[in-house]
């Protein structure tokens, strides 16, 4: 050491130089493997949810819904009582960010039910009780019934106790990707009347000095737990001061009666503008709308309002019974449209070019659909000029997502909606031109109103696929004619083939897609109406693979067929349709060409011709079953 | 006839008569029947009676007479079927339209108009459609149509030119309107589509043949779950 020392104090320049640029090589290297250790990887497709839950148990059902959030809050006590529980939800929603809960400044402790709080008697038996806050006669104070204050204050014990118990007892199982602070409040003399006596001499001090103080040691605790390199959350975090410290607040009871008038413009205006430009990435909000607890999980427009006035800005939306009770797994229609990412800011239609945040009818688009929310004091209508969208086809509230198509919206005041873009074109699937097309799941279930599929400038009725046969990503067109297939790549016809023999004229019913699971698209067809239901199977140069009958051999009303992952397995299966068999029935068939599934499209006794396809409607990665008919 | 004649004339006066009158009264009476029953009807009813009439009075060879019917029937123009009807919803309760219903002033909603087009008995040719959209009424460019030629003019009449169509062939036009009441529609029900008529020319009678169609409005009397809702609202 010494001799390094020797060596620096009468350098050698080039050695020096070589130093130096190594210690800086080490500083950055130290300086990006902190923030990307930090920079958690938050989900960027809406909406996004998050579950405050705060009970001290989890059981296997409970953590299997919970899994189903985008970030969730757990009372630490869990990482002790079913630390399994934990890593189950993991390994569900391994993208999922689980934050501790942490009260900052006070201590919860039931003597008569601590069997489950084994982190809470920790603290209570490493504490003294000069540590909590009093009046002047030396009682101590509480916010919530139960929870103690803790004068953070104190001698420095509280902001060296806490940081430490973070780090050692809950970072420390990599259970958690960060910490939520509880009433995270820099300052406390609105508390009590101001009768606090912060340095325990039996008089009340000045609230300047109180607050000061305060305010003080809230910035160092966050300082410390800076250096944990996790996720730092402050509920009721009002002060902009401490904001850089943190990756984002929750705004509890939205609108958050605490903050500002505790109108909504006074929440969003802090959610969408104030807190942003100062708190830290990934950002993190969270808006916690509830029932003031009533317990009415029915009250879907508050569920509404407060899960559109969410998805004006990037945050994460929450619904519960209410402050006494976080801990419910509701989990309600909008929460499963997928939005896709969002393509606009938040916008005031009844005043456009007006940026302030204020009562209003508010709209944000997203890939897949926009949001529309009231804020105003009364019932606004909107018309949709030149657009169309689609209310969700909902199971809770079925008047609101009746799923209808529509080109007005009427909203009460104090609501919201969530609407989906109308389908407007399928790719990789097969469709007959000038075609009425219903949409199913694998269940048979139709999910979204029915499509037209009208494109003016093909023949009427000729059928139809773009996909990528060859595996090189780019998109051929089949074109089925008179019982030939014809393959063209930019417009050259580079095949073609009879998938039947030469005397076959009728019309032919195709697919696409990787059958065998081997990484390669194949073809499939079908006989159209007047074949029977012989379904073939070629490589994309029309070499026969395999082939089987989808329905009795006898049959003469054409099969239609498609190939998707229907039911989530992870492998495609065949999905057939008979054209013309009086009962629309639609078959599913697994790779080893087993039936697996069948259900009907139409009433039974109906003489539709019917054409199935499928596509992923919904973008949840499971394919839908679109059922088209020219006659409808 | 020969036959008929030298019977006839051995008959005394007052039978000739009675029996020319029931003659001429059995031809009449059929005849006068064809136009109220169709063609088919015509041909099970009243070929026989006819048949028997005539044998009766003059006795004469009866795949004569059975010859006399058939050239006189299958000389008879056909009958054109014309369907129309408007829809917000499809016979499944689908939804194909958009919009308010009950229409709002300002708000358009998009209705489909279906019309079918069967000929009863004959072939026919050359077969024009003429339809008119009501007052704020518009065409969108969403159509389905099996064949033919679609055309609108600047007076919104529209035009639909079929070169044939076969005894007992349906063909349909499908095409989709858009209706944007004004305030004169407050508390009324508007038309969509009016002064429809169908000519063809029919390839067995040789002569031009016409119907009319039903006038359409927002009351939408055959979509069974959205009629009676086509009174124009604020």
């Known amino acids: 050491m010494h001799e390094f020392l020797d060596n620096y104090k009468t350098p050698h320049p080039i050695l020096k130089k070589h130093f130096l640029i190594f210690f800086m090589l080490l500083f950055f290297s130290i300086l990006i493997y902190i923030n990307s250790a930090k920079a958690q990887e938050t989900k960027n497709t809406y909406p996004k949810i998050a579950n405050y839950y705060l009970h001290h148990f989890i059981s296997d059902k409970t953590a299997e819904e919970l899994s189903m959030w985008d970030v969730i809050i757990l009372d630490p006590e869990n990482q002790i009582n079913n630390p399994e529980q934990l890593q189950k939800i993991k390994q569900l929603n391994p993208n999922i960010i689980i934050l501790a809960y942490i009260q900052i400044q006070e201590l919860s402790f039931d003597e008569n039910n601590h069997s489950l709080t084994k982190l809470r008697e920790y603290i209570k038996n490493n504490i003294d009780e000069s540590w909590y806050l009093k009046d002047k006669l030396g009682n101590k104070l509480s916010f919530w019934p139960g929870a103690t204050i803790i004068n953070i204050t104190y001698y420095d014990k509280w902001i060296n106790f806490l940081p430490n118990f973070i780090k050692t007892k809950i970072l420390s199982t990599n259970l958690w990707d960060g910490i939520f602070f509880d009433n995270l409040s820099t300052n406390i003399s609105w508390f009590n009347g101001g009768n606090i006596d912060i340095d325990n001499n039996g008089s009340i001090d000045p609230a300047i000095t109180i607050d000061s103080l305060w305010k003080k040691n809230i910035k160092t605790i966050l300082t410390k737990n800076s250096a944990n390199n996790s996720l730092i959350i402050g509920n009721s975090a009002s002060d902009l001061d401490v904001a850089h410290y943190l990756n984002g607040r929750m705004f509890e009871t939205f609108p958050t009666p605490w903050e500002g008038d505790g109108k909504w413009e006074d929440s969003m205006n802090l959610y969408l503008k104030k807190f942003p430009e100062k708190n830290i990435d990934p950002k993190i909000y969270i808006i916690n709308s509830n029932t003031n607890n009533s317990g009415n999980l029915t009250d879907y427009k508050k569920m509404r309002f407060g899960l559109t006035s969410t998805l004006l800005g990037d945050g994460y939306f929450s619904f519960d019974y209410g402050d006494k009770n976080h801990g419910q797994t509701w989990y309600y229609d909008e929460y499963k449209t997928y939005l896709g990412e969002p393509i606009s800011n938040a916008h005031n239609l009844l005043d456009p070019n007006n940026s302030t945040i204020k009562p209003g009818l508010w709209r944000r688009d997203f890939e897949n659909g926009i949001v529309i929310v009231n804020s105003s004091n009364k019932k606004q209508r909107h018309v949709f000029k030149y657009e169309i969208f689609e209310k969700i086809r909902g199971q809770q509230d079925k008047i609101t997502n009746n799923g209808n198509k529509i080109n007005y919206i009427d909203i009460e005041p104090g609501d919201g909606i969530v609407l989906l873009k109308i389908i407007k074109e399928i790719y990789d699937s097969a469709y007959k031109n000038n075609s009425f097309t219903k949409i199913f799941n694998f269940s048979g279930i139709e999910v979204r109103n029915p499509i037209f599929h009208i494109k003016n400038n093909y023949k009427i009725n000729s059928i139809i696929i773009n996909s990528d046969i060859d595996n090189d990503k780019k998109r051929e067109t089949i074109v089925s004619k008179n019982g030939l297939l014809e393959i063209y790549k930019f417009g050259q016809k580079k095949h073609e083939f009879h998938p039947y023999n030469t005397n076959f004229k009728l019309d032919i019913n195709l697919a696409i897609g990787d059958v065998s699971g081997d990484g390669m698209n194949e073809i499939i067809t079908g006989a159209g109406l007047g074949g029977g239901p012989h379904i073939r199977i070629f490589d994309y140069q029309g070499n026969l693979i395999s082939q089987f009958f989808a329905y009795e051999k006898t049959f003469r009303g054409g099969v239609s067929v498609a190939i998707g992952d229907v039911n989530g397995d992870g492998m495609n299966e065949i999905i057939t349709g008979a054209i013309q068999k009086g009962n629309s029935e639609i078959k599913i068939f697994n790779k080893d060409l087993q039936q697996i599934k069948n259900f009907f499209a139409y009433p039974k006794n109906n003489n539709k011709k019917i054409y199935v396809s499928v596509n992923d409607v919904d973008k949840d990665d499971i394919e839908e079953i679109l059922i088209s008919t020219t006659d409808f | ?234």
Not at chain 2, 92 to 110: A, E, K, L, R
Not at chain 2, 123 to 128: C, D, E, F, T, Y
Not at chain 2, 172 to 183: G, I, N, Q, R, Y
């Open chain 2, 1 to 234: 006839m020969r036959v008929f004649t030298k019977q006839f004339k051995i008959l005394g006066r007052s039978k000739k008569l009675i029996l020319i009158t029931d003659a001429i009264f059995i031809i009449l009476f059929a005849f006068s029947l064809s136009y109220l029953t169709n063609y088919h009807i015509k041909k099970l009813q009243i070929k026989p009676i006819i048949i028997n009439a005539i044998n009766q009075i003059s006795n004469i060879n009866k795949s004569d007479a059975e010859t006399i019917i058939k050239e006189k029937i299958e000389t008879e123009c056909s009958k054109i079927k014309l369907n129309s009807y408007a829809m917000y919803y499809n016979t499944f309760g689908d939804q194909i339209g958009i919009g308010p219903i009950p229409p709002i002033i300002g708000i358009p909603t998009n209705y489909w108009i279906f019309f079918e087009i069967e000929s009863a008995n004959n072939n026919l040719q050359n077969i024009i459609l003429y339809t008119h959209l009501g007052k704020n009424v518009n065409i969108t460019k969403n159509k389905n149509i099996t064949s033919g030629n679609f055309t609108i003019n600047q007076n919104k009449q529209i035009t639909w030119a079929i070169q044939n169509i076969e005894r007992n062939q349906i063909i349909k036009l499908v095409f989709e309107v858009s209706f944007v009441p004004d305030e004169n529609n407050i508390g009324q029900i508007a038309s969509i589509i009016e002064n429809t008529k169908i000519v063809a020319d029919d390839e067995i009678c040789k002569k031009q043949i016409s119907a009319f169609g039903e006038n359409l409005d927002t009351d939408l009397k055959y979509d069974i779950y959205a009629k009676n809702q086509g009174m124009i609202e604020k």
